[in-house]
Every structure is written in C-alpha cells, then in structure tokens.
C-alpha cells in the first residue's frame, strides 16, 4: 500500500469496548485472524494461554469458551508470552521470554512447530519478546536480555544480528517491542533507554525518538509498538499508563489515556450479578475508563486501534477518522508551524 501524501487527521474516538474479568484476563498482546477473529494472549503469574474472542465482542457469557494453550514448558505450552502474530497462511505465532523460544499454531490453536534455545551466541535467544514479520517474510526479534535484534527464516533458520547492550544511538537496554513497515524498517521500543529506535532492515540507525519523562512525547518504560499504512507510530507508554501516537518523522501526535465503557459481555453479565451492581453504584466510576499498565497496542486494516488493557482485563478499541491527501491539499513543512483551531 503507498503512503498518503499527507493527511488530514479528523480524529480518533472511541470505538468500544471488548472483553471482560474472568474471559480476558491479564491481555498483553492481540493477533488479528479471519472473519473477525482475536488472539488475545493472556499472561499472568502461573497462567499462560490464548482466548479466541471477536470483535464484535460476544452477547453473553458462556462456559463455551474457546481458547489454547496452557501454563508450562512442554512443546505447545507458554510459560512468559510477550507477543502474538499471525501469518497470510493462518499460522500463529508467540515469543515466549521464560521457554526462550518462538512457538507455532495453526489457526484452530494446535500446535506446530518451535525454535530457539536459550544462549547468547549467534540465533540463541535470552528473554525474546517483541517480533513481526519483515516485508521479506522473516521473522525480527527483540533479543531482550541479549540487548539485540535478530533476523530469522520462517522456519526458524538464523540470518543475522544488529545491536549491542548501551545508551548510544543503536544500542539497546532491554528492547521490548517491535514492528517493520511496507518498507522494510524495523521500529524497536528500547525499554530501559525509554525511547524509539527506527532501523532499516540491514539494521542501520534511521531515527531516535523519545525521552524519559511523563509530559507529551516523552516515554516511560516503552513496551509494544506498531505502525499503520500511513506510518503513524503508536507505542505502549506502559510506565505512564497510556499510548502515544508519532507520525512517520518520530513527531507527537497524540495520547490516549482510556476511554472504557462496559463492554457488550460485561453488561449482560452485570444483569445477573446484584452485588456487583451495588459495589459500581458505591464507587468512583471515572478512574475506570483509563488505561492500565497496556503492554502492547495493535491497528488492523480499517485503521482501528486496539489497545490490550493489561490490568483491566480488556481491549479498547479507537478508530482513526481521516481524509488522505494528494499534493495539492497538502503544503509543503513549514519553518515556524503552530495549530490553531477556530
């Protein structure tokens, strides 16, 4: 897809609401399938698995939960996931930092395949967390705790590494996200340095951007990133309890700190449940829209944002609202540029 020449941002409401305790809980990650399909990837201490959920949320609860995968280090079992993807072919795929290795499904949750083994050389993982798919169908990952990225064949086969431990442009301190473009740079959330790191896809250094701190643009603990058909850049702000979006430059665009309704499931639930009703009525409803701890942000083809709220045990879910446009809508950067509203 060819990026806009510009863009007209109109917005970014909130959408909805997905998910609930008990169903969702702990979601650090989501993977987009067919038909509608979620993978959310739910992590906690002793829990590991994978809920098959939808979009459109479901009407009620039921004890017809559909899901896969459980706790431990047996082939197909999770112990620590970070991130789950998926593939053109159905294929699923999650890091897992404790088992140091990449698992694989196929779309109905069975198990597949598996590669990595904990170490420090050459295509050895120590704690891999973030990774995609590259515009060459290879696998890129956050080598966390060996401070690097490493490059993969989809059948696991080592190609390559960039990246040492440090402070400096292009080292690392516990890079935790991931994500590679239509063009084939990789985005990395250097955790510990809490910035962004954009690389191209032999892994040169292209831009920095980020800082410590809480105030607009700056980062606190950076965890999952991804980036939309327009080369928006959305990022997991996990210390500062929100997500930023940057546009292609690396330049502040927007935050979202939640906007949480209960969901369709939640309600229906909530019907059957009297002192639940009675302990909502008592509390402080405001502090319940916003985002908590999120690990991870993704953004589908329709340009809507999915947030995974961690420790609420939801999704938020926000839609981009723009107007693309071509050179004429659209002048060229200005030296001293300032938004007025009127």
Not at 229 to 235: A, Q
Not at 261 to 287: C, D, F, H, I
Not at 301 to 313: A, Q, T, V
Request: hydrophobic share 30%; proline share 4%; charged share 25%.
């Amino acid at each position: 897809m060819t990026r806009p020449h510009g863009l007209l941002r109109a917005g970014y409401p909130y959408s909805t609401t997905l998910g609930m305790r008990r169903v969702t809980n702990f979601p650090t990650d989501i993977a987009f399938g067919e038909d509608g399909i979620l993978y959310v990837l739910l992590r906690s201490e002793g829990v590991a698995s994978v809920r098959i959920w939808s979009k459109d949320d479901m009407d009620e609860l039921t004890d017809e939960l559909k899901g896969f995968a459980s706790f431990g280090s047996e082939d197909g079992q999770l112990k620590w996931p970070v991130n789950i993807i998926t593939d053109d072919s159905g294929g699923i795929f999650v890091s897992d930092e404790a088992n140091h290795r990449i698992t694989k499904y196929d779309r109905e949750g069975n198990y597949v395949d598996k590669f990595g083994i904990h170490g420090e050389g050459p295509g050895e993982f120590n704690g891999p967390s973030g990774f995609a798919l590259d515009i060459d169908n290879n696998f890129v990952v956050c080598d966390s705790k060996n401070n690097r990225i490493q490059k993969y064949t989809k059948n696991g086969e080592y190609i390559s590494t960039f990246g040492t431990y440090g402070s400096n442009p292009g080292q690392f301190n516990l890079p935790w996200g991931l994500d590679c473009d239509e063009n084939g740079d990789i985005y990395v959330s250097d955790w510990g340095n809490h910035r962004i790191q954009v690389f191209s896809s032999d892994g040169e250094l292209k831009n920095i951007f980020g800082e410590y701190g809480c105030d607009a643009g700056q980062l606190n603990r950076p965890t999952g990133i991804t980036v939309d058909n327009h080369g928006d850049i959305y990022v997991a702000d996990w210390g500062n309890n929100r997500v930023l979006m940057f546009n292609s430059e690396g330049q502040y665009i927007w935050s979202f700190y939640g906007d949480a309704t209960l969901s369709k499931v939640a309600r229906n639930y909530m019907l059957t449940n009297a002192v639940p009703n009675r302990l909502r009525e008592m509390g402080k409803l405001e502090s319940e829209k916003y985002l908590r701890r999120p690990r991870s942000v993704r953004i589908d083809n329709d340009f809507r944002l999915f947030i995974p709220d961690f420790e609420s045990y939801r999704i938020q879910v926000y839609q981009k609202d723009f107007i693309e446009l071509d050179e004429t809508q659209f002048a060229e950067p200005l030296r001293n540029p300032t938004l007025e509203v009127t």
